[in-house]
């Protein structure tokens, strides 16, 4: 059974950091592009990193302006979302998801989700 399961959220103040981790199960790290994302309610979910199953080579939406930082750790089958400087405007649920890393940020192209962490950023 494939399960995806998010950690770390919370809730921090302005400038501050949190890391989200996704204990991943069913799979490898090495079979499926992970990446996470995040919905604040009303909106669509966005994506916010991505990082390819092959090389380690990580994507980040330009929009972050080099605050967050995702990783991969293929012994303990886990992804890592190192947010720093945190804004008002991150406050969000965050996904970690499985899939083809061809389709972009398009939510479309992803095969497993997790349920969610909620990150909330006070001003």
């Known amino acids: 059974e494939v399960q995806l399961v998010e950690s770390g959220g919370g809730l921090v103040t302005v400038g501050g950091s949190l890391r989200l981790s996704c204990a991943v199960s069913g799979f490898s790290l090495d079979e499926y592009a992970m990446g996470w994302f995040r919905q604040v309610p009303g909106k669509e979910r966005e994506g916010v990193s991505l990082i390819s199953s092959t090389d380690g080579t990580t994507y980040h939406q330009d929009f972050l302006h080099g605050r967050f930082t995702m990783s991969a750790d293929k012994f303990k089958n886990t992804v890592y979302l190192q947010m720093n400087n945190l804004e008002p405007e991150d406050t969000a649920v965050y996904y970690c998801?499985?899939?083809?890393?061809?389709?972009?940020?398009?939510?479309?192209?992803?095969?497993?989700w997790g349920k969610g962490t909620l990150v909330a950023v006070s001003s």
């Open positions: 998801a499985a899939g083809d890393l061809g389709f972009g940020w398009e939510t479309g192209g992803m095969d497993y």
